[in-house]
């Protein structure tokens, strides 16, 4: 044995020198490691009284993606989930689609919602030509064809066609509609009224309902009870909306109620009281509560590692849009760019996670079709 590798004191000095070399050498692995994450932005009304199927939907996400990264991300890639508040004003999700962009460099945006938020950051992402996956709303307004927009659920317009069908098949198409004077309103009566169309349905009838106002609601409910409507669905939104819906139910006992997604989360539900009872909404995603679907069951197992088991429609539809999201990063590899993302969605024809199905090709988007009539018992949503 050589003399330097015999004394002590050397071969302390040449573990320690050694040691630091490591320690070099290990040091940029990490930080290369940090730099290959991909990063998910959202910008989303995450305070305010809309904020609660943002806020639940970011819980399943949150539990996809821990899931996820626990098994080693996405072909070697951590998921990292940047979500931003913007309280439902346009202007601040204008910013916060900037800032996602130009200080987290964000692969993609991701779960952003609503309506305002959406239609606020769509012309940063454009320029920037960021992606922009799984908007978190239903609105028609996004769902002319667009290059960098991905959906992962069904448009309002689905909803509301698969409530104009079971209106035309029980005999309920004497069916009054109550509408906002506002952009969601308008929107959405537009859809409806080519739905109705389209089962051959001429018997419905809207009515607006100007503000939230005593006398705004008390006018509409007339002109409604007058009417003598065998269904009733609201489009409205707002404090006016909760009572207009109150004071019909009431009046009109024996008219079937219909909500779509928008409407049917549990706080406003709760806040309908009684006249929530016996309404049909129309979901997006499959029951948070079945125990015979497969990515359900994965959800609630992901919720429960995650230390919240309570399920919900909002927070299912985050976990599926977050397993999707994965999907299309898995098929665009190593190092995935925003272009090869989008062309990495266009292969998914279809693709099935496990009892719910998405669809995508170069001009076709929508993703998904899945719509379901649930029956609210004042409990629990059942099909």
């Given amino acids: 044995m050589s003399q330097e590798f015999s004394n002590p004191i050397a071969r302390r000095a040449l573990l320690k020198a050694a040691g630091a070399a490591a320690a070099a050498i290990a040091l940029p692995t990490t930080v290369r490691a940090q730099e290959q994450a991909f990063v998910i932005g959202q910008t989303a009304s995450l305070t305010g009284p809309q904020a609660y199927p943002y806020v639940e939907m970011n819980r399943g996400i949150k539990a996809a993606f821990d899931e996820i990264n626990e098994r080693g991300g996405v072909e070697g ?158 489009l409205a939104i707002g404090t006016g909306s909760i009572l207009s819906w109150r004071s019909l139910r009431q009046k009109l006992p024996m008219a079937a109620p219909f909500l779509i997604s928008f409407f049917g989360v549990k706080p406003l539900l709760d806040m309908l009281g009684d006249s929530a009872k016996g309404v049909t909404v129309a979901q997006v995603v499959p029951n948070p509560d079945s125990g015979t679907i497969a990515v359900v069951r994965a959800y ?62 170069p001009r076709d988007h929508e993703g998904s079709s899945f719509v379901e009539l649930t029956y609210y018992n004042g409990e629990r949503f059942r099909r």
């Fill in 300 to 361: 609630q197992a992901a919720l429960k590692k995650a230390g919240n088991p309570t399920t919900s429609y909002p927070s299912l539809e985050g976990y599926i849009s977050a397993r999707i999201l994965a999907e299309g990063l898995r098929r665009a590899g190593r190092g995935a760019s925003r272009d090869r993302l989008v062309a990495a969605f266009e292969t998914m024809r279809p693709f099935d996670l496990g009892g719910y199905e998405v669809s995508y090709g």
């Fill in 77 to 234: 890639h951590r998921l990292e989930f940047r979500s931003l508040d913007d309280a439902g004003m346009p202007e601040k999700a204008t910013e916060n689609a900037k800032q996602l962009i130009e200080r987290d460099k964000i692969v993609t945006f991701f779960a952003c919602g609503g309506t305002t938020s959406v239609l606020g950051l769509l012309p940063v992402a454009q320029q920037a030509r960021v992606p922009l996956i799984a908007p978190a709303t239903g609105s028609d307004a996004l769902r002319v064809h667009n290059p960098l927009v991905i959906h992962t659920r069904t448009s309002y317009s689905g909803e509301l066609n698969k409530i104009a069908q079971q209106l035309s098949t029980t005999s309920l198409q004497k069916c009054a509609v109550i509408y906002g004077n506002d952009p969601f309103g308008k929107a959405t009566l537009a859809a409806f009224e080519a739905a109705a169309k389209r089962h051959n349905n001429t018997e419905w009838k809207a009515f607006l309902l100007a503000g939230d106002s005593a006398e705004e609601v008390q006018k509409t409910v007339a002109e409604v009870v007058a009417f003598q409507p065998s269904s009733l669905l609201s």
